[in-house]
C-alpha cells in the first residue's frame, strides 16, 4: 500500500485538532476524577452548604448501614460517591454524586464562572441526577422511599438539609 505525503500530513493535522488545543474548555480531554465532600468544604462552609449536607441523610446514609449491609455491592452504588484517583472510597451521596467529578472544575477562578465550570465537569442538578438513585427498582430501602419521591418538595425543603430522623428502617 502506497502511503501518500497528503495523507500522513492530514492524519498530523487531524491529530492535532483531537489532541491540540489545551484551552478553558476540557470536556471529554481530561477525566473527571472525585476529589470528595472535604475539598469542596474548603470554600462551602462559609455558605453553610457543607455544614448543612453533612448532617443530612445523604451524608450519614453510608454510615447508617450496618456492617452486614455494607457489604453489599449492589448498595455500594447508592450508598457511596465513587473513588478517588487514589483509589479511596468516597462513601455516603456526597457533593459529586450530584454535581459530578470536581477535580477539574474545584478551583476559584473555573468555579466563579458557570459556563467554565459546566465545561469542567460541573453539573447543575435536575430530576433525572435524583431518579440513578430514588427509582422503585432501587434495592429495598430506596425503593421504599421513591414512591414519595418529589423533586420540586425535595429541592423547596432544602436539598443540602433534609436531617429528619431515619424513616426508612435501613438497619
Ligand atoms: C476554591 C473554592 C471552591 C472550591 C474548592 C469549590 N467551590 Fe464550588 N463554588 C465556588 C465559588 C466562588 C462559586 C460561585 C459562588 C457561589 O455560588 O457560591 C461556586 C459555586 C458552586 C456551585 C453553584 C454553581 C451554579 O452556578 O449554580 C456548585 C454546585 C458548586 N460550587 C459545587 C462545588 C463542589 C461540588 C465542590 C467540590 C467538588 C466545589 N464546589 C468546590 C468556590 C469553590
Ligand atoms: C442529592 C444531591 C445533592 C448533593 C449531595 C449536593 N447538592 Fe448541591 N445542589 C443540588 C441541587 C438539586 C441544587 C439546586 C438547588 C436549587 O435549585 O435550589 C444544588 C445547588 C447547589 C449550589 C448552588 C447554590 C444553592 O444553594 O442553590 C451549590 C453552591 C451547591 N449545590 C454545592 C454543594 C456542595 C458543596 C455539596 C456537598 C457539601 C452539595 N452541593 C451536595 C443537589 C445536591
Ligand atoms: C447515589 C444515589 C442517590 C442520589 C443520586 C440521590 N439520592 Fe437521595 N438518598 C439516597 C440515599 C442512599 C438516601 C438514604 C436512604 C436511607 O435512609 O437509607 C437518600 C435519601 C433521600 C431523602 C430522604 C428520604 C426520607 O424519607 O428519609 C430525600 C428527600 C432525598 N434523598 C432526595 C434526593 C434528591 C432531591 C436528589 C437529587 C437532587 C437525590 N436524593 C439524589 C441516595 C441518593
Known sequence: MRISVFSVVSAFIFAGLLFGSAGADQTDKVKHE??????????????????SW?????????????TEKQQDEKLKFYYTTGTTAKGELLTGVQCEVCHGPGSNYKKKTIMQDRKLSVANGLIIPDETTCKKCHHDKAPAPLAKIAKDFDFEKAVANG?????EADTTGTK
Not at 159 to 163: A, F, N, S
Request: proline content about 3%; some cysteine; aromatic content about 8%.
Open 34 to 51: 472525585y476529589v470528595g465532600a472535604k475539598k469542596c468544604k474548603i470554600c462551602h462552609k462559609k455558605d453553610g452548604i457543607y455544614p
Open 54 to 66: 453533612a448532617k443530612s441523610r445523604h451524608a450519614i446514609a453510608w454510615d447508617s448501614l450496618s
Open 159 to 163: 436539598v443540602h438539609q433534609m436531617h
